[in-house]
């Protein structure tokens, strides 16, 4: 249980060009999604809280209108990179935690990442 | 202070040993604990997880918690060389909120 799919799980493109990565959760309704991003030989940096329906809640420093979130159902999270520069490209991963409401501590399960690579 | 720090290793233990993981954290209104082994190359999958002071055993994973101490742990019994990896400490920090701070990790090698 707790599947959670994403994809793509490679994209290579050129600068300037946006890329849309998607996240469900298979088996599992989720209000609330994360997405991560992780450089070569450094731990996860939480970018944004994903709910749905509402607003995501975006980490200090990241800019919201160059990564566009969109949580559209209980089930499907989509992060897009607008306007993509070589220093975008990194281990883009997403991750989700059963049930309603972004008060819970169980765990969060994660996707299998895209890993980005902006030319 | 780092909010979640680990070794980063690499640690390494022979075949059958016993691999020792050790986590410390600085918000002391922490609420829960996570461990998570991250192979290279691929996300992070859930191993175990804690919420109260004292040891929790599955399998060969026993994860310990310390919050007077601020101290948290994983050990493995019997390791094996599949278990080598990068393994990552995440805190929940915020009473009852989802949003977990992760540790860089620690890195196990288990020599055959």
């Known amino acids: 249980g707790a599947v959670v799919s994403q994809h793509p799980s490679w994209v290579i493109c050129k600068s300037g060009t946006s890329v849309k990565i998607e996240c469900r959760s298979l088996?599992?309704?989720?209000?609330?999604m994360f997405w991560y991003r992780q450089f070569p030989k450094q731990s996860l940096m939480l970018m944004a809280t994903?709910?749905?329906?509402?607003?995501?809640?975006?980490e200090q420093g990241v800019e919201k209108d160059k990564f566009l979130i969109n949580h559209a159902s209980l089930t499907l999270s989509t992060l897009t990179v607008t306007s993509a520069h070589p220093e975008d490209s990194s281990f883009y991963i997403c991750s989700a935690i059963p049930g309603q409401g972004s008060f819970s501590n169980q765990p969060q399960h994660f996707g299998d990442g895209t890993r980005l690579s902006i030319l | 202070q780092k909010e979640v720090e680990q070794n980063s290793g690499p640690l390494s233990v022979p075949e059958g040993a016993i691999a020792s993981l050790n986590c410390t954290y600085s918000?002391?209104?922490?609420?829960?604990f996570f461990w998570y082994r991250q192979y290279s190359g691929k996300s992070p999958e859930l191993i175990m997880f804690i919420y109260s002071n004292g040891d929790k055993e599955d399998g060969r994973f026993t994860a310990q918690l310390n919050k007077a101490s601020q101290y948290v742990s994983l050990l493995i019994r019997d390791s094996q060389p599949s278990d080598s990896a990068t393994y990552l400490c995440?805190?929940?920090?915020?009473?009852?909120?989802?949003?977990?701070?992760f540790g860089k990790g620690t890195m196990l090698l288990v020599s055959p």
């Open positions: 088996d599992f309704q989720a209000t609330t």
């Open positions: 995440a805190v929940n920090k915020n009473s009852g909120y989802s949003t977990l701070t």
């Open positions: 994903s709910n749905e329906g509402s607003k995501a809640t975006y």
């Open positions: 918000d002391r209104g922490s609420q829960s």
